[in-house]
Antibody
């Protein structure tokens, strides 16, 4: 069945960078938009970024714009979230999630498959 | 667009009905989804387009509403249903905001 698995989380010092990966399997990865969402432990969900199936459309939330960027390599069935200038408040579980739209140039559907998440801790 | 969920916590007994509410700060049509999140797990899509159950979701889960007011109803709560529930709008790209969640507890 369709699966997403995040990797790359860990403990990092403030100001440093980290790259998260989201690997998809069990479905035609290159046909789907992929989102990143984070959740501070014990708190709610915050949408961060999206890439369309072909990477022609990308968007990043205002709260992380200029520090986070999203990219994808369909040949590797992988989407990345590059996080720079990390802050303690970026500490959270980071999820990738599949947009329910197929071949959508402007992903605008619910998130029908989620990965288990990867924890990022920004700590000095 | 802000999504406000209420109540924050809902205490119900197994077998009873739970009614969760979500209000959007402006008209989002029917572009609302509901997700369930159990402790230590990622969210799972329950409902899309305000009232369409996702694949494999039991019929005891139902969604309703349009415009600014939305409801998730769970009839005959089972032990597996005690969890966190989030609503989300998706009417505009780059603004996929979630509500703050409702915890359904015993």
């Amino acid at each position: 069945q369709a699966q997403l698995v995040e990797s790359g989380g860990g403990v990092v010092q403030p100001g440093k960078s980290l790259r998260l990966s989201c690997a998809g399997s069990g479905f035609p990865f290159s046909t789907r938009g992929i989102h990143w969402v984070r959740q501070v432990p014990g708190k709610g969900l915050e949408w961060l970024a999206v890439t369309s199936y072909d990477a022609n459309y990308k968007e990043v939330a205002d709260s992380v714009k200029g520090r986070f960027s999203i990219s994808r390599e369909n040949s590797k069935n992988t989407v990345y979230l590059d996080m720079n200038s990390l802050r303690p408040e970026d500490t959270a579980v980071y999820y990738c999630a599949r947009d329910a739209g197929i071949y959508s140039g402007l992903p605008r559907e619910p998130f029908d498959v989620w990965g288990p998440g990867t924890m990022v801790t920004v700590f000095s | 667009i802000l999504m406000t969920q209420f109540p924050a916590t809902l205490s119900v007994s197994p077998g009873e009905t739970a009614t969760l509410s979500c209000r959007a700060s402006q008209n989002v049509g029917s572009k609302v989804a509901w997700y369930q999140q159990k402790p230590g797990q990622s969210p799972c899509l329950l409902i899309s387009d305000a009232s369409t159950r996702a694949t494999g979701i039991p019929a005891r889960f139902s969604g309703s509403g349009s415009g600014t007011d939305f409801t998730l109803t769970i009839i005959g709560l089972q032990s597996d249903d005690f969890a966190l529930y989030y609503c989300q709008h998706y009417i505009y790209q780059s603004q996929w905001t979630f509500g703050q969640g409702t915890k359904v507890e015993v």
